[in-house]
């Protein structure tokens, strides 16, 4: 494996190589690049015969492992899985790009739109997992997906309690377009409706090449770096009808919650999900959410999302909350049992899913067998997560899913290990979470050709395509490079102003002339003068401040404070690890090849529209004691950087807000997410 394929891993997947080859996985990313190319020589010398071979099939998931899966305590204490969670959880989320002196709002890395909505988060990781009756009518098994295949399904007695105001305020805080900033400390939505899961059946010139006849029924569809695959096209609908109420704040004092209950009736709420999954590995590639609320009096909310391998600007609570509502859609129980027969009695796992066959029953006068299933780890760490499922005879997917979650960390039992009960003291937030729903069948159309993973095509991406050279990377001195040759007033102009200046710019003078460094800076071309926001750090002391540029060689002082507190980041420096530039990664967020659905709304004339702001932030782990174990066992992760785009304008009486965001070491799309609100 050559040095620019080992690059473009990221630094779980270059430590799990070492893991095999019985190496060390201490140390930065360079380090471990070059302790791998060392050992691979070192057995070239040894075996002069060795044949090259092809280059393996590689994961779309693990290949851009930088999103986390969203079941996260299944491992182990020292399972990769959970580790890299941890990582992710001892990061800093209070780093602030806006202050007192410019808008406020949420900021890329901050916020939690993509997939959360209204009345509850809902991903669907594939559809499928077909039953059929043998003779024998109490005894089962799966049978695979088909192209074309459609359920239909009502949605029953949705409930969803939280209680607490941590709870509530993440659920608030994350969700928008929101209907939810009257609501404190307690919160309920009542729902029910209707919903759909289908998997589309393409014909021959929805593939990349017309010619593999035997993929027929898959689509070609774009990943995070703009690259064309033949993948598996699945859609999730829902149409539902919401009662909200909970309590709200105090009409005395705005800062305290009351009594007082609020109430909102009357709501529709509908969710269009389609996913892209390849047909070799069957890797989820790529989603798009739409999603629409419409309140009592009409006023319409909706939101757009375009994310890749999984859910952009999460953090680890709601990941944790969005993977324990996946019973939300009907179960793939293919993908569980496979063709194994299912028997009364029957018990195993996967992955963290306890399973038990229990006995026949019938449902709607119909045959059926019922499957309990559990969550192992949310059980031991923070409450219970529990199903049940009526399977009938040459039906798709479960005839009826009964859903019961509970979600409280001071549930934890002795099964929940010392490191995970430190991750979730750490970073999941106090209250308790409940929902209950049931799922069941309407009806259901079998499609004609079966699906069949795991083929391989001739046009299939090498890992190394689409991606920019390793040689393009550059390290930090104070700042992200820029090097823009169409945005006259660069990064590095502001910032060559602040260091010149002491009388104007003081306190991040002093820092970024010894040893501080930008972890986070955004632009604005809105006005006559464009305006640079940073904020620095440096072992000292932490800031923000506004870099105005009349014209000429001298900048202006438009703004500067302290960061303190929660606000202050970590000062790292050996932890920033090497990017691209602001200018390569912008030039590619530009591309209307790459992502030709984006296009259309950030560019004009082939540049930047004006209103669109160009950012960057670094996030490196928090010093505690989660943060400590990792580094004694050699894991502690490099400081990450996203680089993103944002734009608010208003059409008519609509206010619409816009963010897209790439990774800055990677030049990986994460994705973008547009949403719509009365003005």
Not at 11 to 39: H, P
Not at 600 to 618: A, M, R, W
Request: hydrophobic share 35%; aromatic share 8%.
């Amino acid at each position: 494996m050559g040095e620019d394929e080992l690059s473009a891993m990221t630094v779980a997947e270059l430590k799990v190589q070492l893991k095999q080859l019985g190496l060390s996985t201490s140390g930065k990313k360079s380090e471990l690049i070059a302790r791998i190319i060392s050992s691979t020589e070192d057995v070239m010398i040894l075996d002069d015969d060795e044949d090259d071979g092809d280059e393996p099939l590689e994961s779309i998931v693990d290949e851009d492992d930088d999103i986390l899966e969203a079941e996260v305590f299944e491992a182990e204490i020292l399972d990769e899985d959970l580790i890299e969670e941890v990582q992710e959880s001892s990061t800093s989320n209070a780093i602030r790009l806006d202050t007192a002196a410019s808008e406020k709002g949420q900021v890329w890395y901050k916020d939690g739109t993509t997939i959360a909505t209204i009345l509850v988060v809902i991903l669907l990781s594939g559809v499928g997992g077909w039953w059929y009756l043998s003779n024998e009518a109490s005894v089962f098994q799966t049978a695979p997906s088909r192209y074309g295949d459609n359920l239909q399904f009502n949605v029953n007695n949705g409930v969803i309690q939280v209680d607490g105001d941590e709870m509530v305020a993440l659920l608030r805080d994350a969700i928008s377009p929101s209907a939810l900033d009257d609501v404190c400390e307690k919160l309920r939505v009542e729902f029910s409706g209707s919903g759909s899961a289908s998997i589309r059946d393409g014909s021959l010139i929805d593939l990349v090449d017309p010619s593999d006849t035997n993929l027929e029924g898959a689509v070609k569809a774009l990943d995070a770096y703009g690259r064309t695959w033949n993948a598996v096209e699945s859609t999730l609908e829902y149409n539902l009808a919401a009662d909200l109420s909970g309590n709200t704040w105090s009409a005395i004092n705005q800062d305290s919650c009351s009594s007082l209950e609020w109430l909102n009736r009357n709501n529709q709420l509908n969710i269009d999900i389609k996913q892209w999954h390849e047909i070799t590995e069957r890797g989820l590639m790529r989603s798009e959410t739409a999603l629409n609320f419409i309140d009592a009096e009409g006023q319409s909310y909706s939101a757009d999302a375009t994310t890749f391998d999984g859910i952009v600007g999460s953090d680890s609570a709601s990941d944790l909350i969005e993977g324990i509502l996946l019973p939300m859609h009907p179960v793939n129980l293919y993908d569980i049992f496979g063709l194994t027969v299912m028997e009364e009695g029957l018990t195993g796992e996967h992955e963290g899913w306890g399973w038990q066959i229990g006995s026949p029953d019938t449902i709607r006068g119909e045959d059926a067998i019922q499957i309990r299933m559990h969550h192992i780890k949310i059980g031991d760490c923070l409450g219970r997560a529990e199903m049940v499922i009526w399977a009938i005879p040459d039906q798709p997917l479960p005839a009826k899913q009964m859903v019961d979650i509970s979600i409280d960390k001071s549930q934890k039992r002795s099964g929940c290990s010392l490191l995970e009960s430190e991750a979730i003291d750490l970073t999941f937030p106090e209250g308790t979470f409940v929902t209950q729903y049931t799922l069941e069948q309407i009806d259901f159309k079998r499609g004609d050709d079966l699906l069949d993973w795991q083929q391989f095509y001739a046009t299939r991406p090498m890992s190394s395509d689409g991606k920019p050279s390793t040689s393009s990377m550059v390290s930090w001195v104070t700042h992200l490079p820029d090097n823009s040759t169409v945005r006259p007033f660069t990064l590095e102009k502001a910032v060559s102003c602040v260091i010149s200046d002491s009388d104007t710019f003081g306190a991040a003078q002093i820092a970024l002339n010894g040893d501080g460094y930008v972890f986070a800076a955004k632009d604005d071309r809105s006005g006559l003068d464009p305006i640079w926001n940073l904020s620095w750090v440096s072992s000292v002391e932490a800031g923000w401040v506004r870099v105005t540029w009349p014209g000429g060689e001298n900048c202006l002082n438009s703004g500067d404070g302290p960061l303190t507190g929660d606000e202050k980041p970590e000062h790292a420096r050996n932890q920033i690890p090497q990017t691209y530039t602001l200018a390569l990664l912008e030039n590619r967020m530009l591309s209307s090849d790459r992502y030709p659905d984006l296009h259309p709304q950030i560019i004009n004339s082939g540049q930047l529209l004006e209103d669109v702001q160009i950012g960057y932030s670094l996030v490196v782990p928090e010093e505690n004691a989660v943060s400590d174990w990792l580094d004694d066992l050699g894991f502690l992760p490099d400081g990450q950087v996203t680089v993103y785009l944002e734009r608010t304008w208003i059409e008519g009486d609509i206010e619409h807000s816009l963010r897209v965001g790439m990774d800055g070491e990677s030049a990986r799309m994460g994705g973008w997410v547009l949403t719509s609100t009365p003005a």
